[in-house]
């Protein structure tokens, strides 16, 4: 064998083997997720779950029924469960990419506020952001908390109202049972509509502290995230899951309980397109998209419209979405 196929063999060995390492890790980051600060799936965040499952079910024999009924293969290896695994293999290795183009475009805009009152003479002087009180500092984070959840809202809403971005959409409402994991059911175009329209908001809000303070001020954060988004993931894993837990008929006003977001994923056809916010329910009332139940409702999930199944393999999951999004593109435009 001659010395240049050796070292084209030598070269491409560690190409493969480079691509091998590089997907293992890849694959790493949502498998090691209950272990790192700043994901939904962190263990303080699971555990909360879990105490709040016992304490909505009064603890006892009818927490352990439901346990027992729950965590079964009837619901942890349904074929929408499955297909919700590799999704979850896949997408949480994007989410950090798309976190980080959140992050990108809060802080483009953010800045480029700053830099048009700075041109027109309007900024503020230099101070040092640990030099801002902790009054501002909260106000702030609840600002940027607010501006957060109404992007969410505002992304979440188009893609309903929208039939394009509803073929997108419709992978997540695709899934027949519900588990933590559903959360990462979401084709990537959702996954930039999601991270650009709380990052424009929050990167306005950004850009007025900075002018107002005359500098970069920090929100609070705790477990490696935003104090408030830290504080809404202690429930927020119980939004995809069975457990009933609702808020109340008063409460529910403000605030979307798992109970109403689950209702968000029934196939009735009275709930389609109902509680669309994330954390704050006044966008829903405001929206006229708002339905507090009276009473707890058996709910059956999916699209109602029976091609549920069509979204149970991952290919078709991130590919079907592309076909019939412009297939009805021109259909509407004929």
């Given at each position: 064998m001659s010395e240049a196929v050796t070292d084209q063999i030598t070269l491409w060995t560690y190409i493969f083997l480079k691509t091998v390492l590089k997907l293992v890790d890849l694959i790493s980051v949502p498998l090691n997720a209950p272990f790192v600060p700043g994901t939904?799936?962190?263990?303080?965040?699971?555990?909360?779950?879990?105490?709040?499952?016992?304490?909505?079910?009064?603890?006892?024999?009818?927490?352990?029924?439901?346990?027992r009924e729950y965590f079964s293969l009837k619901v942890w290896w349904h074929p929408s469960a499955r297909a919700d695994y590799?999704?979850?293999?896949?997408?949480?290795?994007?989410?950090?990419?798309v976190f980080a183009s959140l992050l990108a475009t809060s802080s483009f805009v953010a800045n480029s506020i700053a830099g048009w009152f700075s041109d027109a003479g309007m900024a503020a002087g230099e101070?040092?952001?640990?030099?801002?009180?902790?009054?501002?500092?909260?106000?702030?984070?609840?600002?940027?908390?607010?501006?957060?959840?109404l992007g969410r809202f505002l992304g979440h809403w188009v893609q309903h109202k929208i039939q394009f971005l509803w073929e997108f959409h419709k992978i997540h409402h695709s899934a027949e049972v519900l588990t933590p994991f559903t959360s990462f059911r979401v084709h990537p175009v959702d996954l930039l509509l999601m991270s650009m329209t709380p990052g424009v908001l929050t990167g306005i809000v950004g850009g007025i502290a900075i002018v107002s303070t005359g500098g970069r001020i920090d929100v609070w954060e705790v477990l490696g995230m935003h104090a408030g988004i830290a504080a809404y993931h202690l429930v927020s894993n119980l939004r995809h899951t069975?457990?009933?837990?609702?808020?109340?008929?008063?409460?529910?006003?403000?605030?979307?309980?798992?109970?109403?977001?689950?209702?968000?994923?029934?196939?009735?056809?009275?709930?389609?397109?109902?509680?669309?916010?994330?954390a704050f329910a006044i966008w829903d009332r405001l929206f006229g998209t708002l339905y507090i139940p009276r009473a707890e409702e058996k709910i059956i999930f999916g699209l109602g419209d029976g091609t549920d199944s069509d979204y149970h393999g991952v290919v078709r999951m991130y590919f079907l979405p592309v076909v019939r999004a412009f297939v009805g593109l021109v259909a509407n435009k004929n």
């Open positions: 939904l799936l962190h263990w303080p965040f699971l555990l909360s779950a879990v105490l709040l499952t016992i304490i909505a079910y009064g603890g006892g024999r009818r927490a352990l029924r439901f346990f590799i999704y979850y293999l896949i997408n949480g290795a994007l989410f950090p990419i101070v040092a952001g640990t030099d801002v009180h902790w009054v501002v500092i909260t106000a702030f984070s609840v600002a940027i908390f607010c501006a957060h959840d069975h457990v009933w837990l609702s808020y109340g008929p008063v409460l529910s006003k403000y605030l979307i309980s798992p109970a109403q977001h689950q209702i968000h994923h029934s196939a009735d056809e009275k709930h389609f397109h109902k509680n669309i916010g994330w």
